[in-house]
């Protein structure tokens, strides 16, 4: 089977509750268009941490973009929040709090672009 040529997708997402729903919907929807069923399950689960991580911690809208290349999947969560995540050390008191160790374990690689205009784009990428 060949792979897709490159594609890219975006969405808005309000900052509240349903915001990593949509999200993994968006997911679902596009990987499942560009024949990518392989990364459905690992794309939703990132894009879900991330798209929470904004929401809780960036307290704004984002915004999710896809760009699927020939070697891997780009997943992107943009949003205004001044901080930065950190991964969290293992706390089996605390609920919470694992998103991006649970991010690293599924990704090639993840990271951090701040914007010049504020915010920050956190992004993570999905071998294929």
Same mark, same amino acid.
């Given at each position: 089977? #060949? %792979?897709?040529?490159? %594609?890219? *997708?975006?969405?808005?997402?309000?900052?509240?509750?349903?915001?990593?729903?949509?999200?993994?919907? !968006?997911?679902?929807?596009?990987?499942?268009?560009?024949?990518?069923?392989?990364?459905?399950?690992?794309? #939703?689960?990132?894009?879900?941490?991330?798209? #929470?991580? *904004?929401?809780?911690?960036?307290?704004?809208?984002? $915004?999710? %973009?896809?760009?699927?290349?020939?070697?891997?999947?780009?997943?992107?969560?943009?949003?205004?929040? =001044?901080?930065?995540?950190?991964?969290? =050390?293992?706390?089996?008191?605390? !609920?919470?709090? $694992?998103?991006?160790?649970?991010?690293? +374990?599924?990704?090639?690689?993840?990271?951090?672009?701040?914007?010049?205009?504020?915010?920050?784009?956190?992004? *993570?990428?999905? +071998? $294929?």
């Amino acid at each position: 089977m #060949t %792979r897709p040529q490159a %594609r890219r *997708a975006e969405r808005a997402l309000d900052g509240d509750e349903r915001a990593p729903g949509e999200a993994r919907r !968006f997911v679902r929807e596009h990987l499942g268009s560009w024949e990518c069923d392989g990364l459905i399950e690992s794309a #939703t689960l990132v894009v879900s941490e991330l798209v #929470t991580n *904004a929401v809780l911690h960036g307290h704004s809208d984002c $915004r999710v %973009r896809l760009m699927l290349g020939p070697e891997a999947l780009r997943i992107e969560v943009e949003d205004e929040g =001044p901080g930065e995540p950190e991964v969290q =050390p293992v706390d089996i008191e605390r !609920f919470g709090g $694992r998103g991006l160790l649970l991010v690293s +374990a599924v990704s090639e690689r993840w990271g951090i672009e701040h914007l010049e205009a504020g915010g920050k784009v956190v992004w *993570a990428e999905l +071998a $294929r």
